[in-house]
Nanobody, 120 residues
């Protein structure tokens, strides 16, 4: 069984910073892409940033220059450093990973979500 466990999140003032992390555990052979998505109230879930196993990154236009995604393959962990945060960044943030489990086919897994609120 594969699990993604997120940590971080909380309340931050506009202009502030907040780190998120997400660790994968279980019977994992390999992890392909990892990423972060978010869902604001009344809106669809949207991509924030993704990173390949070789470190190639992709960002939503709305977060370019403010957010940085990174990963530690040895720790099976993906990070999201959020800087210069805006109220529009308020959402539940979800970790995603395309995992190749031991003895099974690749599939996507999701974390439980962590609330991020940007407000003064």
């Amino acid at each position: 069984q594969v699990q993604l466990v997120e940590s971080g999140g909380g309340l931050v003032q506009p202009g502030g910073s907040l780190p998120l992390s997400c660790a994968a555990s279980g019977s994992i052979r390999w992890i392909n892409d990892m990423g972060w998505y978010r869902q604001a109230p009344g809106k669809q879930r949207e991509l924030v940033a993704t990173i390949t196993s070789l470190g190639r990154t992709n960002y939503a236009d709305s977060v370019k220059g403010r957010f940085t995604i990174s990963r530690d393959n040895g720790k099976k962990t993906v990070y999201l450093q959020m800087n210069s945060m805006k109220p529009d960044d308020t959402a539940v943030y979800y970790c995603n990973a395309n995992v190749v489990p031991l003895g099974a086919s690749p599939r996507d897994y999701w974390g439980q979500g962590t609330q991020v609120t940007v407000s003064s």
